[in-house]
């Protein structure tokens, strides 16, 4: 099994390697860092992959998506079973507040264009077959509005509809032989680099943090990944009250806005100073 996973360096991407690599696949990691990649695919071959490549790529520059996925990695490995598409990162900022505006189409080009770009190079060598996998790393900030958030929320409502419109035409032209495409909702994950990854848009405070005491670590979101991923499921992740809040929103619009409101503000804070009411 050849798998291929954007934003391997660390977090979701780099633990997703490791079990892989538990499980003998042949493994292509793809981000900006090589130091870290290589710290990972040396960790990789301790834990029983059978092969594994590092393929530097900014995932803003299309040339290089090209070049990293087109010229190395299918160059080498000829076809992928399984494609993560984990590349990106978040914000914490009011919209009002950012000052720079070339970070919103950098976060825009990362999370939604390197997402499909890279896809669109991938997709010929992914096999159509029911067992072939292309998964998506989305977020709830994909289905519901989260304050702080509103570029990293486009991403991700642009990603999920992409994700689902695909599916709709892998389905239409391969039938039971499409690759399953699965769009991962994933809450908060403690373990990764979301906190000390937020963009800052340039804005004149620090960042918004989450809270990580009562969320689920990063090896155990990913070893129930796994199963998921086993299992072909279509959309995974997300908690029940999410599930719950998205058919009572077209009912109670206003009420699930305080909800998810009230929700945010127990669990993110600014370094050092109070939170705007």
């Known amino acids: 099994m050849n798998v291929l996973i954007t934003g391997a360096s660390s977090g979701i991407g780099s633990e997703l390697a490791r079990t892989f690599s538990r499980e003998g696949a042949s493994i292509a990691l793809v981000a900006r860092s090589k130091d870290k990649l290589l710290q990972v695919a040396k960790e990789c071959k ?3 992959a059978t092969r594994t490549e590092i393929f530097l790529c900014d995932m803003t520059d299309d040339s290089q998506i090209k070049k990293a996925i087109v010229d190395e990695a299918l160059e080498q490995f000829g076809r992928f079973d399984v494609v993560i598409l984990n590349a990106g990162r978040s914000q914490g900022c009011y919209f ?6 070339d970070s919103i189409n950098y976060m825009l080009k990362l999370n939604v264009n390197g997402v499909i770009t890279t896809l669109y190079h991938l997709l010929p060598s992914v096999p159509k077959s ?4 292309i998964v998506v790393i989305s977020s709830v900030s994909g289905l519901i509005p989260v304050p702080y958030r509103t570029i990293y929320c486009a991403s991700k409502h642009a990603l999920n509809g992409f994700a689902n419109a695909l599916r709709l035409e892998l389905n239409d032209t391969y039938g039971n032989d499409a690759p399953a495409i699965q ?3 994933f809450p908060e994950v403690q373990g990764t680099d979301l906190n000390s990854g937020r963009m800052d848009f340039g804005a004149d405070v620090p ?14 979101a990913c070893s129930l990944l796994m199963m998921e991923i086993a299992e072909g499921t279509r959309e995974w992740g997300q908690p029940l009250k999410v599930k719950m809040l998205l058919p009572l929103w077209g009912f109670v619009p206003s009420f699930i806005d305080r909800m998810i409101m009230k929700t945010v503000k127990k669990t993110h804070f600014r ?7």
Request: aromatic fraction near 2%; hydrophobic fraction near 40%; glycine fraction near 2%.
């Open 271 to 277: 370094p050092n100073i109070l939170v705007r009411d």
């Open 130 to 133: 029911s067992s072939s996998r």
């Open 46 to 48: 301790e834990l029983g």
């Open 183 to 185: 769009v991962i909702n």
């Open 207 to 220: 960042p918004v943090e989450f809270i990580t005491k009562n969320v689920v670590a990063v090896e155990k």
């Open 96 to 101: 009002e507040e950012i000052n720079d505006v």
